[in-house]
């Protein structure tokens, strides 16, 4: 009441000072009232607030009416509106009675409704409870029906996987192993005594189990006459075991079922699988290689057959080995020729084995006959290998077994074939060839992803490298033993050591491409050493120079000309003859040279040396040069023809000749060039001589005329 108090005051001052109120500015916080009705305050504060913000008393703020007045008239005019208010309720009164009246009647009427969706809520309830019951039966049915399906369900497939029918048992007693209801047969057969295994513990697996092993006594039975009947079959002369074999794999599934149900069984086929292709396969090799051997040539290298043996056809070698067992071929040249023979290995490995019945006629090397023999091995091992994996369902070691135990025996037998051969023979290239033919087949299996050869085929190469290094270094004992003074026609044509060393060195160095070995190139190092040194001592026969260089350029030339016909690229040993060469061709210039223009040549060389040290004390001996240019000038074409007779009679290669024939023109107008830069020089600048020279052109063109005379 107070604070009431206290605005009213506040109000008439500002009225009385015609303060203007703000319409929504005036703050009342700061108004310093500190009681304990602070909370009060503000809600009267913010009841001013609205109060002022009301249209009406905006209004009258703006006006400048007297609130008090204004308060008075307002409460007037609501003295006489209720009133009047008043007046009109009396008025309506029967109105207002008769709503009343029809109120207490619509509040019966929602009674009543009320107790009668109270009792429909209670019969729902009831109507839940039910439904609830029902649907718990359901679920329970519904349970007990997936529990008898399952049951049905199980005990079905276990009734069908047991139950031994009439039809199964007519099956495997009656009808034969190849018949495809039989194998359908056996299939059940099968998964019925697996499943009653499993189920042992059963009723029902112990009842048929006597049933059971009836038939699958019956079944092994069967299945044992039949692939033992299939294997009898490969004694049979002629018969074609693959087709067997492939009938076998047909009906593979017969010993996967011996396996798992008759372990004894399957073992005793087995066994008898392997004696017996192991007897087939030892006969028909043993057989093939006999039919085979009678087809090599009869004509075959010995021991005498050596690089340095002469022919049978020469003088000394009928006297020497006219009471000779040892029966020698009669041309040693093919001996160490390839020819044609390295077609087996490029282009004939995997070419149809030769058949001793087609070819009776014909007549073969032995590289031809083993790489028969081999590639027949090679099939047939394949073959067997994939047999023994598929039908005998091992892998790996286990495989490698059983195909030894099949394919022992005749691995046994060709080892042992070589072995023989390999003591008699002295075929060096054709060792060589059959070395590579084993390695060209184990890249071939190794291709194919088999191993089973491995360990054979390094047997194989046991037996022939050693032979052939053994053949080998008798060629390179007789070379060094080779005594030049005993051997027969030596003249300065190339001799047959050199030719048979250049073919040899080609044939080695082409086998040896594909698959180099260390050993052999180290011993054809040493076998040209020797032919060399063998060379340079038939070289010292000669009495004259001239004959010794015109040996040595055409043996080296031989041998440089057979080594290239075989290399697409020189290597060490073909330059080291190139070199050799050269040096002769050069000394051999000098040699032809001297006879016709070694006055000349001598003067340059000895002339130049002292102009060289200054000129000091050369000696002008005006006739001796005189003598050089007149005979230079009138001998020089009679000259250069008697050399190009020489060089045409010396050397057999005609190539040789010019490249020896140009050499010798061409120094020849180097050292006749020389000749006459001295004369043009002092003290010699001065001598008449000089007219009679011969102008180097015309030489030249003389020179020029013998150039494609070979």
């Known amino acids: 009441n107070e604070y009431k108090s206290y605005l009213r005051k506040q109000y008439v001052v500002m009225l009385d000072e015609q303060v203007e109120f703000p319409t929504a500015e005036l703050e009342l916080d700061e108004l310093d009232i500190t009681s304990r009705d602070g909370l009060l305050l503000d809600i009267v504060n913010g009841h001013i607030r609205?109060?002022?913000?009301?249209?009406?008393?905006?209004?009258?703020?703006?006006?400048?009416?007297?609130?008090?007045?204004?308060?008075?008239?307002?409460?007037?005019?609501?003295?006489?509106?209720?009133?009047?208010?008043?007046?009109?309720?009396?008025?309506?009164?029967?109105?207002?009675?008769?709503?009343?009246?029809?109120?207490?009647?619509?509040?019966?009427?929602?009674?009543?409704?009320?107790?009668m969706l109270g009792t429909f809520q209670q019969d729902l309830g009831s109507i839940s409870t039910e439904i609830q019951t029902l649907q718990e039966k359901s679920i329970d049915m519904s349970i007990k029906l997936s529990n008898r399906k399952n049951l049905k369900d199980k005990l079905s497939g276990f009734l069908d996987k047991i139950i031994v029918t009439p039809r199964l048992i007519e099956v495997i007693t009656t009808i034969g192993v190849t018949e495809e209801a039989f194998i359908t047969g056996l299939h059940e057969l099968d998964d019925t005594l697996q499943y009653a295994e499993a189920e042992q513990h059963t009723v029902a697996a112990k009842d048929v189990a006597d049933i059971l092993e009836k038939l699958k006594t019956k079944a092994v039975l069967k299945i044992r006459?039949?692939?033992?009947?299939?294997?009898?079959?490969?004694?049979?002369?002629?018969?074609?075991?693959?087709?067997?074999?492939?009938?076998?794999?047909?009906?593979?599934?017969?010993?996967?079922?011996?396996?798992?149900?008759?372990?004894?069984?399957?073992?005793d086929v087995k066994a008898e699988y392997i004696d017996t292709l192991s007897k087939v396969y030892y006969s028909y090799f043993k057989s093939y290689q006999t039919r085979l051997i009678r087809l090599e040539y009869e004509e075959c290298p010995t021991k005498s057959d050596v690089m340095g043996a002469e022919d049978p056809?020469?003088?000394?070698?009928?006297?020497?080995?006219?009471?000779?067992?040892?029966?020698?071929?009669?041309?040693?040249?093919?001996?160490?020729?390839?020819?044609?023979?390295?077609?087996?290995?490029?282009?004939?490995?995997?070419?149809?084995?030769?058949?001793?019945?087609h070819c009776s006629e014909k007549k073969f090397p032995y590289e031809a006959i083993f790489r028969s023999v081999q590639y027949c091995l090679i099939e047939n091992v394949c073959g067997e290998y994939n047999f023994v994996v598929q039908f005998f369902r091992v892998k790996a070691e286990r495989a490698q077994d059983i195909f030894t135990d099949v394919m022992g025996r005749t691995l046994i037998l060709i080892h042992k074939s070589l072995e023989t051969y390999m003591e008699n023979c002295y075929d060096c290239?054709?060792?060589?060839?059959?070395?590579?033919?084993?390695?060209?087949?184990?890249?071939?299996?190794?291709?194919?992803?088999?191993?089973?050869?491995?360990?054979?085929?390094?047997?194989?190469?046991?037996?022939?490298?050693?032979?052939?290094?053994?053949?080998?270094?008798?060629?390179?004992?007789?070379?060094?033993?080779?005594?030049?003074?005993?051997?027969?026609e030596l003249d300065t044509r190339p001799h047959f050591i050199t030719r048979r060393f250049g073919e040899f060195y080609s044939a080695i160095h082409t086998l040896n491409d594909n698959f180099p070995n260390e050993q052999t190139s180290?011993?054809?190092l040493l076998?040209?050493?020797?032919?060399?040194?063998?060379?340079?001592?038939?070289?010292?026969?000669?009495?004259?120079?001239?004959?010794?260089?015109?040996?040595?350029?055409?043996?080296?030339?031989?041998?440089?000309?057979?080594?290239?016909c075989r290399t697409s690229e020189p290597n060490k040993e073909v330059l080291g003859v190139q070199e050799l060469l050269n040096r002769r061709i050069n000394e051999f210039v000098d040699e032809i040279l001297s006879p016709y223009f070694g006055g000349m040549i001598s003067f340059v060389k000895d002339t130049e040396k002292k102009l060289e040290n200054g000129g000091a004390g050369i000696p002008l001996n005006?006739?001796?040069?005189?003598?050089?240019?007149?005979?230079?000038?009138?001998?020089?074409?009679?000259?250069?023809?008697?050399?190009?007779?020489?060089?045409?009679?010396?050397?057999t290669n005609f190539k040789n000749g010019t490249v020896i024939l140009q050499s010798a023109l061409t120094k020849m107008i180097q050292y006749y060039s020389r000749f006459q830069k001295i004369l043009s020089q002092p003290p010699f600048k001065s001598l008449p001589c000089r007219a009679d020279m011969v102008n180097i052109h015309h030489v030249m063109v003389e020179v020029k005329k013998y150039k494609n005379q070979f």
Request: with cysteine; charged share 25%; aromatic share 10%.
């Open 50 to 115: 609205e109060n002022l913000e009301d249209e009406l008393v905006q209004e009258a703020l703006k006006t400048g009416v007297d609130l008090r007045h204004y308060s008075l008239e307002v409460e007037r005019e609501l003295r006489g509106v209720e009133a009047l208010s008043i007046t009109d309720y009396i008025k309506e009164s029967k109105k207002i009675a008769h709503l009343h009246k029809e109120m207490k009647q619509c509040d019966y009427i929602l009674e009543q409704m009320e107790q």
């Open 622 to 651: 005006e006739t001796y040069i005189t003598q050089l240019v007149r005979g230079f000038a009138s001998d020089y074409k009679k000259s250069i023809d008697s050399i190009y007779s020489h060089v045409m009679k010396c050397f």
């Open 313 to 357: 056809g020469s003088k000394r070698y009928g006297i020497s080995n006219m009471f000779s067992s040892a029966r020698s071929i009669k041309s040693k040249s093919t001996v160490f020729t390839l020819g044609n023979r390295d077609e087996l290995i490029n282009n004939q490995l995997e070419w149809p084995v030769i058949i001793p019945a």
């Open 225 to 267: 006459y039949f692939i033992l009947e299939k294997v009898n079959e490969l004694k049979k002369p002629m018969s074609n075991y693959q087709v067997i074999q492939e009938t076998l794999l047909k009906h593979k599934y017969f010993y996967e079922f011996l396996l798992v149900h008759s372990a004894n069984t399957a073992n």
């Open 522 to 524: 180290r011993s054809m």
């Open 527 to 564: 076998l040209q050493s020797e032919v060399e040194n063998v060379i340079l001592r038939m070289a010292a026969e000669f009495q004259d120079r001239q004959d010794q260089l015109v040996f040595l350029i055409n043996n080296y030339d031989l041998m440089l000309s057979v080594m290239l």
């Open 429 to 488: 290239i054709g060792i060589m060839i059959c070395a590579h033919i084993v390695m060209h087949y184990h890249a071939l299996m190794k291709r194919r992803n088999l191993g089973a050869l491995v360990g054979f085929h390094n047997k194989l190469l046991q037996v022939l490298w050693p032979r052939f290094n053994y053949v080998l270094s008798l060629s390179i004992h007789s070379v060094r033993e080779t005594d030049p003074s005993k051997l027969s």
